[in-house]
């Protein structure tokens, strides 16, 4: 080939070559991917230790704990402009422990936090895949501790129905854009089981009235046992009976938290748990906030508890908070209500005391 129209070639080559790179490169400036976690760990101590064996008394215990305000993780979340203000968005997320390095706070799966796909518009959005049900999202906003790990709504939760709820794998779910103060939200968990629908199906749904600082938010949950949840490491498939409603309301730098839970669980207990509490920021840094939850078996009164808890946080920067938390718990007939969701989820008849010290930092 002559020298010349070797150079032409190699001329046009180069120009669609650099046409390719310049619509890539304009294809990727309209995605994003972001990678986040949070790193959290503490000292624990509790006057007394549920033996799971005996059921009685270990003793008091001191342990390093993984997550002692919020669980440890590391996930990536994208999103990618489709146009018409529509976006394709995604999460994928690990529970991790930094006591041991061990799968944790999650369904012991690699991304058994999160790991979905979806849709997002001026519509709403559409979600598919492992997620957060609409029952367990609104536990969580109206928890007046924020679901921490220490003495918390969170506790009541876990001992109850143990991650069933929260953590849903085959869900797919629909959240409506607010309208006139009013966002719905619905979930479907398919079961995955050949021939039997019902086997480890679930269904979650919520409505939230926001007006102002004042947020209304109702829920419920059910859940069938079986399916393929089953077979998940640590699996979410407790047949229960979910209903929720609460309220929170934003004076200044104080907000007020109330709500009522009912867990209705197959062929056992039927709990009913009411809590109350607040949140009050002191300075931009330092924030205390303080709860009460108490749980009444509805089958039987004598299965009752009372959990408080007190905590104080202080930001060294905006990554990196440094925190104290006490909190007792008086359990009555066979209620085993805890202190922490690591080491302590489970206590004894009577009352046990802690206290919980850590640091805790976000990426």
């Not at 790991?115 to 928890?143: C, E, H, I, M, N």
């Not at 947020?215 to 407790?238: C, E, F, K, Q, R």
């Not at 109350?276 to 508890?305: E, F, H, K, M, Q």
């Not at 718990?329 to 489970?346: E, I």
């Amino acid at each position: 080939m002559p020298a010349s129209h070797r150079n032409r070639v190699g001329a046009i080559l180069g120009l669609v070559g650099a046409c390719a790179l310049g619509t890539a490169q304009s294809a990727h400036a309209q995605s994003s991917v972001t990678l986040y976690g949070i790193v959290d760990g503490s000292i624990l101590y509790t006057s007394k230790t549920l033996n799971a064996t005996t059921g009685q008394n270990a003793g008091h215990q001191y342990s390093f704990t993984d997550s002692g305000l919020s669980g440890s993780r590391f996930g990536l979340r994208g999103a990618e402009d489709l146009g018409g203000s529509m976006r394709a968005i995604f999460e994928l997320e690990s529970g991790i422990s930094i006591a041991n390095g061990a799968f944790s706070n999650s369904n012991g799966n690699a991304f058994g936090r999160q790991a979905w796909v979806g849709v997002d518009s001026r519509y709403g959005t559409v979600k598919a895949g492992l997620q957060f049900s609409p029952f367990f999202l609104a536990v969580y906003d109206f928890d007046p501790r924020e679901m921490s790990y220490f003495g918390s709504g969170l506790i009541t939760y876990l001992n109850n129905v143990y991650v069933t709820g929260l953590f849903n794998p085959n869900g797919i779910s629909y959240t409506s854009p607010e309208i006139a103060g009013l966002q719905g939200s619905a979930m479907m968990a398919l079961g995955g089981t050949a021939g039997n629908f019902q086997a480890g199906r679930q269904y979650s749904a919520s409505l939230r009235y926001h007006l102002g600082t004042l947020t209304v938010d109702a829920a419920l949950y059910s859940g069938n046992a079986g399916g393929s949840a089953a077979s998940i490491a640590i699996p979410s498939v407790v047949e229960f009976d979910g209903r929720a409603l609460g309220a929170s309301y934003v004076f200044n730098n104080l907000t007020v938290k109330a709500s009522y839970v009912q867990y209705k669980v197959a062929g056992s207990f039927n709990d009913r748990v009411y809590s109350g509490g607040a949140s009050y920021r002191i300075t931009p840094a330092l924030n205390v906030d303080a709860g009460v939850w108490v749980t009444r078996d509805g089958n039987n009164s004598s299965n009752n508890s009372i959990l408080a808890s007190a905590g104080v946080d202080y930001s060294l920067s905006k990554a990196t908070v440094v925190y104290g938390q006490a909190g007792f718990v008086t359990n009555h007939g066979a209620m085993h209500t805890g202190l922490s969701v690591n080491n302590a989820l489970n206590e004894v008849t009577g009352t046990t005391a802690g206290v919980n010290i850590g640091m805790r930092h976000m990426f």
